[in-house]
């Protein structure tokens, strides 16, 4: 049961974050791109790359640490639920160009992103 609060408590703190910096980014940036999510998602990728280098090579973090950190806040603060969503609105507005560079930034950035944040914790934990 305590495994359940931990996600639960993650997952809460992890979308209000979500919620509030999605918004706050889109709101200052007059566009049809989903910037708000894109950056995001983005820094949700970095942020569990350096939960994953703590993990694995820093010996920093518990069970507990990675279902509050991992599980709940990451799973919940990165989008891709929305960004899939975001992706099907622009698909049926017909936005391609918007659509493929959503798409492509994402996951190239979103990967170099979690390498980034990973490789960050590996060097200095030796």
Known sequence: MSNLLFVALGSMFGGVSRYWLS??????????????VFIVNIA??????????LLAHANVLTNNHRLLLAVGFC?????????????LQLLSAKAYFLLS?????????????????????????K
């Not at 560079?101 to 934990?125: E, M």
């Open 75 to 87: 799973g919940s603060f990165t989008t891709f639920s929305t960004f899939s969503l975001d992706n």
């Open 23 to 36: 918004g706050f980014i889109q709101k200052n940036f007059d566009t049809a791109f989903p910037v708000g």
């Open 101 to 125: 560079l959503n798409i492509g930034l994402s996951v190239i950035l979103g990967l170099a992103a979690t390498w980034g944040g990973y490789y960050l914790v590996q060097s200095l934990s």
């Open 44 to 53: 949700g990728c970095f942020l569990m790359g350096i939960i994953a280098g």
